[in-house]
């Protein structure tokens, strides 16, 4: 090797060392940035503002567990404001006041330099001033200013804005008000409940990228929501034009996992936005999905029409005489519009939604057996849903003193009886499901130290045989298919039923409706159930017609979305 050749070597030798000099340097840099120095959160991506009564005490604010929804995304997580007070008592110099006052002001927006200054003067021990944001807390810490006392706070974020907000719920100073997870599950996510993660649970690398990233840095119970932010936006969306568009009150859809009880979304107006929760009102943080009751109409005779295919009470072809009207002790109790249909079968029952027909089933049945199925079903308890303010709705029971015979008759076809939503879907999942009656739920699993403990489904009952739940699934796929035309998605066979209810009144029944369907699909394999409930639609008020085109929308987008294979040609 020549003179010239070893100094070119020695020089390319040098510019190495010094580039893995550097990136060491780097490395080093980033590993003590890390772990050291404090991080901006997504709170620092918002304006610079304070959201009043954010749960902190002490000086050392204790980490909320962060709520992923079920792919892994971030819907709450845990940010920090500043909290920045003045202690008075301990400057003595003028010059000095003015100083401080001087350099802290620039940083603080609602006040001068020289009403620090003025501050100063007091004797207090304590004087709160302001609550700013992460990165200017971080930079009046720097100041090192004496008097100043610079305190975080910790605030839940909310990276999705007012998404599935009744789902989530919020946090306050005092305690969770607003129901959701956040309440449910406020033992966990504050880590006062030790579970064994290593032990009991499946590694993150094993679950994916998504988890590992979303995951509390430092060990906290997280949640893993049934929630697919995908379907919760589409739902929203979809809920939202449906009611700016019929100029409904409020509303609400449910979309669940008939084999597992798992809610994929929950959507109703009106609704809040979590951060802000304190510019709405209380009544509007309530879920209404799980604590709002209602007469559910027509969409109840799955119900009576299931439990009497189980009991035997009748069949699909089994006939009897449609008058239109019927006389129960002193009350007149009649079909849509009183008309008579004449001779019908169960089938006419669903399709035509007769009232008759199903007051046919529930008197045929008798008041012990028709009622030991509507408990059966679900109605009457509680779902025991894992989100905090559910009601058990109200039946009448035979033998109460409130309930009279009339009732067997009106229960039949859905009034004189108060639901839930997720009552409501929840039966109508255990149709779908083979007769299965599963335990709906938000959360599906748990994640700590690296690991993540599932959460398994749990089946409450078989409400009806299988033999029933599908002979009932083939006679609402036949009201969709020749009756609720607007409900059919196409490849698709859907089963489902319309609902058109009263609004119940201490007086009486209100002139305004709920319109509403139920309905699943694919029907020979059922992996989605839709309830739509719409409350005071203007104009048009039939369930068929105002709910149903909603399922339809809505079922057809997921079905794509979820990749479910049709199960039907598609008719050009």
Not at 156 to 184: K, M, Q, T
Not at 275 to 304: H, N
Not at 405 to 425: C, K, R
């Amino acid at each position: 090797m020549t003179s010239e050749q070893l100094e070119i070597s020695r020089t390319r030798l040098r510019w190495a060392t010094y580039v893995v000099g550097i990136a060491v340097i780097v490395l080093v840099a980033q590993m003590i940035r890390w772990t050291v120095v404090p991080h901006a959160t997504p709170a620092t991506q918002s304006p610079r503002k304070w959201i009043p009564n954010v749960g902190y005490v002490g000086a050392t604010p204790k980490t909320r567990g962060n709520v992923l929804d079920a792919n892994g995304a971030l819907l709450v997580t845990t940010g920090y404001l500043w909290e920045i007070s003045l202690a008075p008592e301990s400057v003595t110099r003028q010059a000095d006041r003015e100083e401080v006052g001087a350099a802290l002001a620039p940083y603080l927006e609602n006040y001068t330099a020289q009403q620090l200054a003025g501050y100063l003067e007091g004797d207090g021990k304590y004087l709160l001033l302001d609550r700013v944001d992460y990165e200017t807390g971080v930079a009046i810490r720097e100041l090192t200013l004496q008097p100043v006392g610079v305190d975080a706070i910790p605030m839940r974020v909310y990276p999705e804005g007012d998404l599935a907000a009744h789902i989530l719920g919020f946090v306050n100073r005092e305690s969770n008000l607003s129901g959701g997870v956040e309440r449910a599950y406020d033992d966990y996510l504050q880590g006062e409940v030790h579970l064994d993660w290593v032990e009991d649970g499946k590694p993150l690398t094993q679950i994916g990228i998504r988890f590992e990233q979303n995951a509390s840095p430092d060990g906290t119970c997280d949640l893993i929501l049934t929630i697919d932010r995908a379907i919760q936006y589409r739902t929203e969306a979809v809920l939202r034009r449906t009611i700016a568009n019929t100029g409904a009150a409020a509303g609400t859809i449910l979309v669940m996992d008939p084999r597992n009880g798992a809610l994929l979304a929950s959507a109703s107006y009106p609704t809040y936005t979590p951060a802000e929760y304190y510019l709405f009102s209380e009544e509007t943080w309530r879920d209404p999905a799980v604590s709002e009751q209602y007469e559910p109409g027509s969409i109840f005779k799955i119900v009576t029409m299931g439990a009497g295919l189980h009991s035997g009470a009748i069949r699909p072809t089994d006939t009897y005489i449609d008058e239109g009207c019927i006389d129960v002790g002193e009350q007149t109790i009649c079909n849509l519009n009183n008309v008579a249909y004449g001779m019908a079968d169960m089938q006419d029952v669903l399709l035509y939604s007769l009232n008759m027909g199903s007051s046919y089933v529930s008197r045929k049945m008798g008041p012990e057996d028709y009622y030991g199925y509507v408990e059966r079903f679900g109605f009457g308890e509680l779902t025991g849903i894992d989100l905090a303010g559910e009601s058990r709705g109200q039946v009448r029971w035979p033998g109460g003193r409130n309930w009279h015979e009339v009732d067997l008759v009106t229960n039949s076809f859905g009034q004189g009886v108060a639901v839930t939503p997720i009552q409501m879907i929840s039966a109508v999942s255990a149709v779908a499901n083979d007769g299965y009656l599963m335990k709906p739920h938000v959360v599906q699993g748990m994640i700590g130290q690296g690991h993540m403990i599932e959460i398994e489904p749990t089946r409450v009952r078989q409400v009806i045989s299988e033999k029933a739940a599908h002979t009932l699934t083939d006679m609402l796929v036949n009201v969709v298919d020749e009756g609720s035309l607007s409900a059919r998605v196409p490849g698709y066979s859907v089963a489902g039923k319309s609902g058109t209810a009263e609004i119940a009144e201490a007086a009486g029944y209100a002139e305004d409706t709920i319109a509403g369907f139920v309905g699943y699909l694919p029907a020979s394999d059922p992996a989605l159930v839709i309830l739509v409930k719409i409350v005071q639609p203007k104009g048009e008020t039939l369930g068929s017609k105002v709910a149903a085109p909603v399922f339809s929308e809505l079922a057809g987008e997921l079905v794509s979305m979820m990749g479910i294979p049709p199960d039907r040609p598609i008719k050009n």
